[in-house]
């Protein structure tokens, strides 16, 4: 475990686990540090939707192209075939996996096959982060000098104290902190292009209640979906801050958003984390 700046300077093999909000500026990190070469990009998502969701969300694809009367017959005598391209840039076929809660009229997921695929998710990003270690091994096999994990915003709610000290004996956790305005900013894009998130179950209950009673509503399948989500992505992130702060004072460490934001090299991003560390 990385304990000072002069530890994390002059360590010859330097791993990283990424942690924060989608948006804040992980991905951004983990590509900016990579071009100093040297670097193993491991992303949590990627592995998520490449390996341990992949057959549940071609499943789900192919299950909605078999309400097409067309299609139908095309795919059950196997003349077509359904794939999913999950690239690092790409996982709109996990936020598609996942869905939104609500009226399947507007598109949205009845409330137990939301949660049977909240549930499907955290196990696919538990069994990834338990992965780390295989793939930091398998990363100085083929010759990466540095490791770097760039983890999902939702790491925090995995709720799993004994991945958290795996993680942090293999790696140096970094919480890239938001800023009020960077904050206000994911609020905003949350609120104006709403998209599907993984939810603690019980914030879920919790918020999926309050919201019921505040809406006058009696059922979730009563509920718009993109509505939904724009009303708790600000509870979500409150929720997500506190738990971000608390992982990083055990395991880590912690750097500022805006700060990253100005970095314009690998090296300026390793003198950010060393300065963390003082």
Known sequence: MITSADQFKNEKNKRLT????????KTRLAKLIG????????????????????????DNIALKMKK???????????????????????????????????????????IDEFIRRQSLFLEAEVKAMYE????????????????????????CELDDDKLYKLLSEKTLIVYIKTSKET??????????RPKPLYYNPNFFEKALQSYLKENNLSYAAQINPDAFVGWVFPKLVA???????????????TIKSDELHDCGSAKDVINLISNALK
């Open 18 to 25: 990424l942690l924060g909000m989608s948006g804040v500026g």
């Open 35 to 58: 071009e100093g070469g040297g670097w193993f990009h491991f992303s949590g998502d990627y592995r998520i939707g490449a390996t341990h969701l992949k057959d549940a969300i071609i």
């Open 68 to 110: 097409d009367s067309w299609l139908k017959p095309l795919l059950e005598n196997n003349s077509i075939s359904v794939n999913s391209q999950v690239s690092f840039d790409n996982l709109e076929p996990i936020s598609t996996f996942l869905g939104k809660v609500g009226n399947p009229e507007e598109g949205g997921l009845p």
């Open 132 to 155: 780390v270690p295989r793939f930091i091994n398998q990363s100085q096999e083929e010759g990466y000098a540095h490791f770097i994990n760039d983890a999902g915003g939702s790491l």
């Open 183 to 192: 904050e206000r900013k994911l609020i905003d894009r949350a609120k104006r």
């Open 239 to 253: 929720d997500r801050l506190k738990k971000y702060e608390s992982l990083a004072s055990k395991y880590g460490c």
